[in-house]
């Protein structure tokens, strides 16, 4: 990494982390006349608890009746729809079962139900095994009942995220990647001043933290109220997409202090999702995967599912989420820091509740800097539809209209290279192998990246003007390549 | 409605998708295109620069560039249209194919046949559900291969090979030729899977220690690779607890196996084979679609080309009959694998095959002093004797077509005889 020298950057508002809680807020900011920057300790939108979660809109019958979860929950679940369809996001009301094997679960069941309708869910119904069987009928025949819940959905996280972010920038926003923060004071009269790892430093008059796993960090650092968090880390098995899946429901088991228990999902790309099981780490940023983990989700989920193979197992990968001692959302002012405010704390239901904790929070932001709504807003992108999903006709009309949707560079995916030039184009566009990945599926299909890898690191070192050697998988020293043949092999053993 | 119409389509411009070019046109097909994604024809044997390629067919040794260059320079001799840069998206069931590529665009084809030779791909490490972090540094074999042989980059300096699969042992040898240090090849089965002839010269000849009854069990490291941790397993494929060796590496490779490329196949309808993961075919290598023709890598796993380029040579002389609408001849005897046999291909033969017909397997195990029996109605066909068998490498039994008018029985059993070594 080349060091730059230090700089003094200034705006109305920065936001700590471009995760779901972030993006969304900065969106909602984005439409009051006023500066924001957003900080990111990662290289691109994300990266966190965002990129790696069941991918759920919860309808919000698991939260406890009068907690921020349960509030936010089912107002940001009522928001998906609408603004999926306008930032071009996949969404799909698909509905959940949340299944029951004895008397104990069926209390469970049975309580959610009650919970459910405290908290204003909409259509939820106890199912009989029969029932849940004729509904869906590769479950387990084990079961006992099913708490029906039509109003469950599912989405892609990243992609709302990077969705969210571009149309934040096209407004406005700037976002800083690679920027973590090592200290958050009060500044000189008002404000706050943020020192970054790089030695930069950012002036502002409203901090919010949405910094997910370093949210108490961050928050103890300025509160009198300090926090305690643990971090609660989540394995997955994704699954080939599949022409016929065994559910067409998400299938939760009942859920445990520890969580929502684990699933079997569909993504809506088609692939098969199960996981998470639930571990307490020291290390936030500790994504590995373990055999014992593993092995849980799989036992687990088999007893959903008694026909699981994992043959058509394409990846493992974890998500860390970020559990407060309160077993709740904290969104709001931060005590005794005026100019501050947070939404930490954020683990399930947080992707469901982030776009209503943005609209709650950036109207508590506008009302404390007395901030006006701006008379124009650019409208969002309207992304072309996948060359996946293309009618022959479309395909025709593509490749006619731009020879670079011809060239097929990930062959599981079908993903052409102009759709890889335009996710890097973007306005928080792609830098790396990864973010390619999540933002254009190139790399997410059976052969893992194996094909496409290097003719997608040859694409981004063209269009960010890098050499090939540059190019990361995802960011700081996650380089692909140490050197060239030639220059290696002159380096000999300075090399080992 | 389509584009253009031709005789026979072939997918795939590598040595099977040539070498069935080469037979169609022998055979008199005037209208054959062949359409490749890669911007020059060739297949995976333009980034194997090693030699070994064609002892069996050319009586010589030469490189992967050289064995295509043959084929190649064959094709455009007969004047054979290869379409370079031009990736398939769909095959249906009645021979309608559509493709693009920049400089044709999209384009729909009706074909009187086609041939369905596009290749395998490797296992990635989702297949193997190895746990860890998931950093920068874990490749397949054949993605390093090209990097370092078609791209003129390093993708490491100290390397682990997970898998004993032919690739993964020439990249053994490549890495430590381009300055690289391989520090293991670990292989998760009491035997290797790869040729025997790869393990004593990429492997001995270098000094780099081969594990067996190993496998990778954690994966270190945050950004980059820093190093992984090798466990014995035991006859389950168990990691045995307390028999851990780590290494501090930066690259990973993995070539853990290959599977037939499947999307068209499975997109024509084409019945797979669960064994081979491969199209079920007929010995005329049609398959369950008529007019659809597999052969080489997507049909089944290789280890030699010369027997890639055989197969292959067969099925575009029967592609070729097809068109001139002889209609095929209905399977008659089903080809079973017996015990110690694994994925015979064909699996379907006709009453009079016209030509001798090759079954093809690999080993469940590796057997010493041993043969290889095929039996029909309780009756040995035949009994083809060697001192070893084993899985790395494709045991050939010719049929001669002969011996099927007089099978007393319509199932053919392959199976093996000897001294299983690892039980």
Known sequence: MTQQSEKVFQSDIVIAGAGITGVSLARELSRYDVSVIVLERAEDVAEGATKANSGIVHAGYDAKPGTAKAKYNVLGAAMFPALCAELSVPYRKCGALVVGFDDNDRQTLEDLLRRGVTNGVKNLRLLNREEALAAEPSLNPEIVCALDVPESAIVSPYELAYAMADDAALNGVRFHFDQEINSVSAAAGSGWQLATARGDVFRCRVFINCAGASGAALHNMISDQPLQMTHRRGQYYLLDRAPYQPFTRTVFQCPSAMGKGVLVSQSVHGNLLLGPNAEDIDDPLDTATTAEGLASVLARAQRTWPALSTRSNITNFSGVRAHLSTDDFQIGPVSGAPGAFEAIGIESPGLSSAPAVAVDLAASVASFLSLRKKGNLVPPRRPKKPFHDMTDEERAEAVQNDPAYGNIVCRCEVVTEAEIREAIRRPVGARSIDGVKRRTRAGMGRCQGGFCSPRVAQIIAEETGVCLQSVTKCGGDSLLLVDTVESFLKGGAGND | MTDQHVDLLIIGAGPAGLAAAIAAREAGIESILVLER?????????????????????????????????????????????????????????????????????????????????????????????????????????????????????????????????????????????????????????????????????????????????????????????????????????????????????????????????????????????????????????????????????????????????????AGRAAAAFVRASSPPAPVFTVKDGPGVRGTVPQKISARPSEDVSLMFRPADVYRNAAAVVECGGQEVLRKKAMIYTPGEMAVLTLKKEVFESLPDKVITVRMEGEKQHG
Do not use: W
């Not at chain 2, 391989?182 to 004593?200: D, F, W």
């Open chain 2, 38 to 314: 890669e911007k020059e024809p060739g297949g995976i044997l333009r980034q194997c620069i090693h030699n070994g390629f064609g002892l069996h067919r050319f009586s010589e040794e030469l490189t992967g560039p050289e064995y295509a260059k043959r084929d190649v320079d064959r094709v455009r001799e007969l004047d054979i249209p290869v379409r370079c840069g031009t990736t398939v998206l769909s095959v249906s069931p009645d021979r309608v194919v559509t493709c693009v590529s920049p400089e044709f665009g999209f384009s729909r084809l009706s074909a009187g046949a086609v041939v369905l030779a596009m290749g395998c791909r490797e296992r990635p490490r989702g297949a193997l559900c190895t746990p860890g972090s998931r950093p920068a540094g874990i490749y397949s074999a054949g993605t390093a291969q090209r990097f370092v042989n078609l791209e003129g980059y390093m993708p490491g300096r100290r390397v682990v090979i997970l898998g004993s699969g032919d690739i993964g042992l020439i990249m053994a040898r490549r890495m430590t030729l381009q300055g690289a240090k391989v520090l293991a090849c670990v292989e998760i089965m009491p035997y290797s899977s790869g040729l025997n002839r790869n393990i004593v010269q990429c492997l001995q000849d270098y000094g780099i220690p081969l594990y067996l009854s190993h496998t990778v069990t954690d994966i270190h490291g945050r950004e980059r690779l820093t190093g992984v941790t090798v466990s014995r397993v035991d006859e389950n494929r168990k990691p045995v607890p307390g028999a851990e060796i780590c290494f501090d590496c930066d690259t990973l490779l993995l070539s853990c196996g290959l599977i037939p490329e499947n999307e068209l196949s499975q997109g024509a309808g084409v019945e797979l084979s669960p064994l081979t993961s491969g199209p079920v075919v007929s010995e005329t290598l049609e398959t369950s679609v008529p007019g659809i023709f597999a052969c080489g890598n997507v049909l089944h796993v290789h280890d030699l080309v010369d027997h890639v380029s055989a197969e292959s040579f067969r």
